[in-house]
């Protein structure tokens, strides 16, 4: 596929891609706005208490993460979980709390982040600080508190020491001096000795001091702590109304273009004028656009509004078939479908009309006879006709023709419904009455009924100069319309190309309309469209000429 035709499927199924777009968001929305908000809370603990040490030993630090490790499973564990229900008394079970806890360690540190979700963020916090409590409470770090005591009075021994290693050196400092100012020997003698007992009373107390220190800088392996308590969330951390809504829209607009082009891949329909070139090997002989109307006056659209698009369209039909037998001039033309109600007749009607525009005697003959329309397209009687004059022993076509509002066109209805219409429509009378008709107009136009339905189509595609055949753009399929292709040709019909009909300019893309301004005769503006075909290639279509 090529670009061009990318887009045109997206300008075919825009509204679908637009519609899964806004469901899918639609969707999203509502889900996550009846979806109760989740909050989350996380406490922090630490294994060990090494960070507090000058010098921490890389073993025992190593020691501390296992362990830390260990505790994280035990977090999500019957025992911690249970005593946390049992202790806020939750509505749940320790299975249920389970679904709401996440343990994460923090690489190459001794740190753990016990986290809780929970639609109440209150519940949250204290869900996840009864954890840590509960993990705690059953580790060995409640069973050093004695040890802790220990700490606390090492800690104020050596505060106690220091200051009496303080005062004595500022004693000894003192006692010092004083040998200076000493009057005999023996007085001097006396602070000696003081100085040396206070000296040695110091170096016992730093003695102490390094001991108790020492026994306060070691370290405890196995033992947790709180770093970090939960906090209230402020904000939930789901739903998250507005990236569910854009992630949701995005996959409606993925599925609704990928249902697209798998429609178009799946549909073995014509739908434009290179279908019609791939498919059946014929040429495109014109591209027309869906008639608006319901009845069949409104149909006629080539004598009703000479100047629309559609009529031109039916224009370059016109010279496209003119081009098509440059060499042998074409008298006798029958239009036919594969199918029913795929606009054959109108198009049959319409193609009459331009040609008699064009200057051209024309005849249309109502030959389906079956289920002719022809007369109600022109609002004509239809109690004598075609098949009249075959009924007749020598066919007359006197007041059988019947003038219509277009100069230059006459119709010849379809007559009374006869109940062998393959055989009238195979006799020589039926022969013998085309051309009288051509030396009577310039051209005759024969309708007949789909060619797949009954055999009238193939009987008549043999006594005419031309066969075009009409497709309804998105409703024919392939194989129908070249079967339909294939039964004229075993006739020996001369098919001369296909008309695509009922094309939808905007669904399908293949036409682009654009206005213009321009003056009109009593110098007032008006707004004129015009537009532009892919038929545009078709040898000959730029000497086209509008002619009324």
């Given amino acids: 596929m090529e670009l061009r035709e990318y887009l045109a499927v997206i300008r075919k199924w825009w509204w679908l891609i637009v519609l899964c777009t806004v469901l899918a968001a639609g969707a999203s929305l509502m889900m996550s706005r009846s979806t109760p908000p989740t909050y989350q809370a996380s406490t922090t603990l630490m ?67 016990i986290t809780v979700t929970d639609t ?42 220091q200051a009496k290693i303080k005062a004595g050196q500022a004693e000894v400092v003192e006692l010092e001096k004083s040998l200076a100012t000493a009057f005999n020997a023996e007085q001097m003698q006396s602070i000696r000795d003081q100085i040396t007992t206070l000296q040695t009373q110091v170096n016992t107390w730093q003695a102490n001091y390094a ?3 020492s026994f306060l800088q070691e370290g405890v392996t196995n033992y947790i702590s709180v770093v970090e308590p939960a906090t209230v969330p402020a904000a939930p951390i789901s739903p998250k109304t507005h990236t569910n809504v854009l992630l949701a829209a995005v996959v409606g607009l993925m599925l609704g273009t990928g249902f697209a082009f798998l ?10 004028p290179d279908d ?44 496209n078939i003119q ?22 007749s109108i198009t049959l009607a319409n193609l ?72 009238l429509l195979g006799s020589q009378k039926m022969k013998s009455l085309i051309e009288s008709l051509k030396g009577k107009a310039d051209v005759v136009l024969l309708d007949s009924p789909p060619s797949l339905v009954v055999t009238d189509a193939a009987v008549l595609a043999g006594q005419v ?19 339909a292709k294939e039964n004229l040709i075993k006739v020996g019909a001369n098919v001369l190309g296909a008309v695509l009909n009922k094309l939808s300019p905007r669904g399908a893309g293949y036409y682009s309309y654009y206005y213009y301004y321009s003056r009109d005769g009593d110098g007032r503006r008006r707004r004129k469209r015009r537009k532009r075909s892919l038929l545009s290639r078709i040898p000959g279509l730029r000497r086209l000429g509008r002619r009324s």
Wanted: no cysteine; charged share 25%.
């Fill in 47 to 113: 294994v060990g208490q090494f960070i507090q040490d000058l010098n921490p030993d890389s073993q025992d630090m190593s020691t501390s993460e296992r362990l830390a490790q260990t505790y994280a499973e035990m977090v999500r564990r019957q025992p911690i979980l249970q005593a946390t229900v049992g202790a806020l008394g939750l509505d749940m079970d320790w299975k249920e709390l389970r679904e709401r806890v996440s343990v994460n360690l923090v690489r190459t540190t001794q740190l753990m982040e």
């Fill in 120 to 161: 109440d963020p209150q519940r949250a916090r204290l869900t996840a600080d009864e954890i840590a409590r509960q993990l705690i409470l059953q580790s060995p770090t409640e069973q050093d508190r004695e040890r802790e005591e220990h700490r606390q009075f090492v800690t104020a021994q050596l505060a106690d020491l």
């Fill in 211 to 213: 001991s108790l220190l």
């Fill in 263 to 272: 429609t178009e891949y799946l549909d073995d329909t014509i739908k434009s």
């Fill in 276 to 319: 019609i070139v791939q498919a059946l090997g014929l040429s495109p002989l014109g591209a027309i656009s869906r008639i608006d109307g319901k009845s069949y006056e409104d149909k006629l659209i080539a004598a009703i509004h000479p100047r629309s698009p559609i009529s031109e369209a039916y224009r370059i039909l016109r010279t």
């Fill in 323 to 344: 081009f098509s037998a440059v060499d042998r001039p074409l008298e006798t033309l029958l239009v036919s479908s594969p199918n029913p109600i795929e606009g054959k």
């Fill in 352 to 423: 009459g009309v331009v040609m008699a525009q064009a200057g051209l005697s024309a005849i249309l003959v109502d030959s389906d006879l079956r289920r002719p329309v022809l007369h109600k397209i022109f609002d004509l009687p239809n109690k004598e006709g075609l098949t009249t004059v075959l009924l007749e022993g020598e066919p007359n076509l006197d007041g059988r023709l019947q003038a219509t509002q277009v100069e230059n066109l006459r119709v010849l209805t379809s007559g009374p419904l006869p109940p062998n219409p393959s055989e």
């Fill in 465 to 483: 100069d031309g066969v075009v055949l009409v497709a309804d753009a998105g409703k024919t399929r392939r194989e129908m319309a070249r079967r």
